[in-house]
Structure formats: C-alpha cells, structure tokens
C-alpha cells in the first residue's frame, strides 16, 4: 500500500516557467514532509521541508504548499532553470511516533527547457 | 567536512553471491538509515542502527539480508545469496545523537547489478 502519492511521474517545462509537483498522504499520524533533489548518479539531497502547522514554505526558488485538511501538499519552482532538472522525491514522516524511516512518494523526473 | 561515504559506487554479483556495502556516516553522526531505490521507484526505508544496536529493522526483508554499525567502523548491509530482484540503488543517510531521521543526510548510494 502506497502511503504517499507523487504525480506526476514525469514533467517537461519552459524555463521561466513554473513545475508544480504534487503528493497525497495517508496516515493522518505523519508530522514532517520534506522534499528531495537526485540528480543521476546522486544520492537525494534535502531541498525545503514543511510541519502542518504552516500552509506554506518558501525557501529562495522552492515554496511548498500544504493543505492538511485535503492530506496533500505541493512543490512549486520559481522561475525554473535548466540545472533545475532532477528527479524530485516527496516523503513524509511521523517524527515523534514508532516508525523511523521516510516514506517517499516514486519521484518526479523533471526537464526544465531552456 | 566529508559527507556520508558509500563504497563501492558500483558492485557486480553472481547470483548466489554475497554482496557487502558500506557505509561511514558524517563525522558525529552516531545514526545510520538505509534505503533500497529500484528503478522508477522512491527510496523504500530498510534499517535504522545506532552504534551496536539495530533499532528499526521493519524494512528489511526477513531472509537473505543483514545490517550491523559496529562500535568501530562503518555501517555494513549484508546481502546473501544474491537475486536479480535484488539489483537496485542502495542509499545509506546519517544523522547526529539525539535527532530523528528528518535531520539525515544522503550518501551517494551503492549501485548494486547481480548478473
């Protein structure tokens, strides 16, 4: 069972332009949802990361947007560069409860155009 | 300052063989986190050690595969008797005493191929 849904799996935007990824939770126990960067042949690097206390987070070109009553919450990217093309990994986490791993949603390869 | 060290970037084994990966968090981390990446797929939690002490190991699967992070030394994961299904990325990410796994930092993963 898939706790986290990423869409979409794959987006290819204008550079100027603005990607929104977006990711669906589950278990209304998970408290921390951060956002990771992979590039090919990296390990993930943690980007911007947001507690449901906040609606929205931003972070130079990265804000994330969060709707707990909805149990989802989004990446934006302003102002999209080239060297921002990466795959994108959502996760979230019950911080303070027994589980000790991030669950990740499956990534979203995106290709900023210049 | 090094990062989170994984070796070897890349391994190739046999089926049946024994695949050992290894992982020497940042200095002061005292916490070690594995994943396994299969392609087109999100990290999938394994294990989270301490120093000589598994603490959460409901990620690993229940034959075949180990974890230890001796009082010296690295993290090792342990694979034996390896199968196709096991090729995959495996990333390793550490953190300091007294923060949770939101504090983690990534190493560069250990690509492992069983041919």
């Known amino acids: 069972q898939q706790q986290v849904k990423q869409s979409p799996q794959s987006l290819i935007v204008q550079k100027g332009g603005i990607p929104i990824i977006n990711c669906a939770y589950e278990?209304?126990?998970?408290?921390?949802f951060p956002w990771y960067q992979q590039f090919p042949g990296k390990g993930p690097a943690l980007l911007i990361a947001?507690?449901?206390?906040?609606s929205e987070k931003k972070e130079g070109r990265f804000t994330i947007s969060f709707n707990k009553s909805a149990k989802q919450f989004s990446l934006h990217i302003m102002d999209s560069q080239p060297g921002d093309s990466a795959t994108y990994f959502c996760?979230?986490?019950?911080?303070?409860?027994?589980?000790?791993?991030?669950?990740f949603g499956k990534g979203t390869h995106l290709i900023i155009q210049p | 300052n090094a990062g989170v060290m994984q070796n070897p970037r890349h391994l190739v084994r046999r089926r049946g063989q024994e695949a050992r990966l290894r992982c020497s968090p940042m200095?002061?981390?005292?916490?070690v986190y594995w994943y396994r990446q299969l392609p087109e797929e999100g990290l999938k939690f394994m294990v989270y050690?301490?120093?000589?002490?598994?603490?959460?190991e409901s990620g690993m699967p229940k034959e075949r595969f180990s974890a230890e992070f001796p009082k010296e030394g690295p993290s090792i994961l342990r694979i034996q008797q390896v199968v196709r299904g096991d090729s995959a990325a495996y990333f390793c990410?550490?953190?300091?005493?007294?923060?949770?796994?939101?504090?983690?930092?990534f190493g560069q993963g250990t690509r492992l191929t069983v041919v």
């Open positions: 990410a550490s953190s300091p005493a007294g923060h949770s796994n939101t504090e983690a930092f």
């Open positions: 278990n209304t126990a998970f408290d921390y």
């Open positions: 947001i507690r449901p206390d906040v």
């Open positions: 996760a979230a986490i019950d911080s303070g409860g027994g589980a000790d791993g991030l669950t």
């Open positions: 200095k002061g981390h005292s916490h």
């Open positions: 050690l301490q120093k000589e002490n598994i603490i959460d």
